[in-house]
């Protein structure tokens, strides 16, 4: 009884998701593989391929002549989401050797300049954030050219996909604005608005709060065969595909995408905006 998985136990489920990935993207897995992992006994990974075994009928076969579990063709996942990220950076990636035996040439990525701000702005930033505090930052400006301190009250973070934002009360210019951490050179320590508590914000950040849903479809300028192999891409339905974002970063939206949408630049796509 006392080897008896619970999968309900954070320990149980992340050694359930083990077994499933394995099966799904290696096709194979064993006692060994646990024991190694998460340092287990012997009889305790045994309970655990049976807890799975219970968990995902038909998922695996124990094959006699390899002494493994199989994943077999029709195995659905049953305790997570399969994703081709995961597989790539669990069997690929640095800490199960593959890069080390030649496996790194498999995979390509196009990686980014990176972009990200310093650990004390971070830090600074991510309190205020969350006690609706002001800071003072020395923040460095593409869109006015300029340099210098302000005073802010930052009350969400947004990430464009490649870089983090600060959403915030800029108390210069009265107004909410985005603000590029990466851009902040420094910020001092978060201190409480005057009065203690929270920051009474002047009004509402409208453009935050509000949503809107894009009806994008295949640019009408591709062939029949080309806007169906954008509705595969993009996993269309209809010929459609529903895009909810913030009114707050719908220019990084655009700018992702490469869409032209009225009032907003954008460069040539295989996406257009339905009517």
């Not at 990176?114 to 702005?121: L, T, Y």
């Amino acid at each position: 009884m006392g080897n008896r998985t619970n999968t309900e136990s954070w320990a149980g489920r992340e050694r359930m998701g083990f077994i499933e990935r394995a099966l799904w993207w290696e096709g194979e897995v064993n006692r060994s593989d646990l024991k190694e992992v998460f340092g287990l006994s012997a009889a305790q990974a045994s309970s655990d391929f049976q807890a799975y075994q219970e968990l995902n009928p038909g998922a695996m076969v124990y094959n006699m002549s390899t002494k493994r579990y199989e994943g077999q063709e029709g195995m659905r996942c049953a305790v997570h989401q399969p994703r081709l990220e995961e597989a790539v950076w669990r069997f690929f990636g640095e800490g199960r050797g593959g890069l080390a035996e030649g496996k790194g040439e498999l995979v390509g990525m196009v990686k980014m300049p990176v972009r990200e701000p310093s650990e004390a702005v971070s830090r600074r930033v991510f309190l205020a954030m969350s006690r609706k505090w002001r800071v003072r930052v020395r923040y460095w400006s593409v869109n006015s050219g300029t340099a210098g301190w302000r005073w802010v009250v930052p009350h969400a973070l947004a990430h464009d996909g490649y870089r983090w934002h600060a959403r915030a009360w800029c108390e210069k210019n009265e107004d909410y604005r985005d603000f590029v951490l990466a851009r902040m050179e420094r910020a001092n320590w978060p201190v409480e608005p005057e009065g203690g508590g929270a920051f009474r914000f002047p009004m509402a950040d409208v453009e935050w709060e509000e949503w809107e849903t894009l009806i994008l479809r295949p640019s009408s300028k591709l062939g029949e065969v080309e806007q169906k192999a954008i509705e595969r891409d993009y996993g269309m339905r209809g010929g459609k595909l529903r895009y909810r974002v913030r009114l707050a970063m719908m220019r990084y939206a655009v700018d992702h995408l490469r869409l032209t949408v009225p009032g907003m630049a954008g460069l040539p796509t295989h996406l257009e905006v339905a009517e």
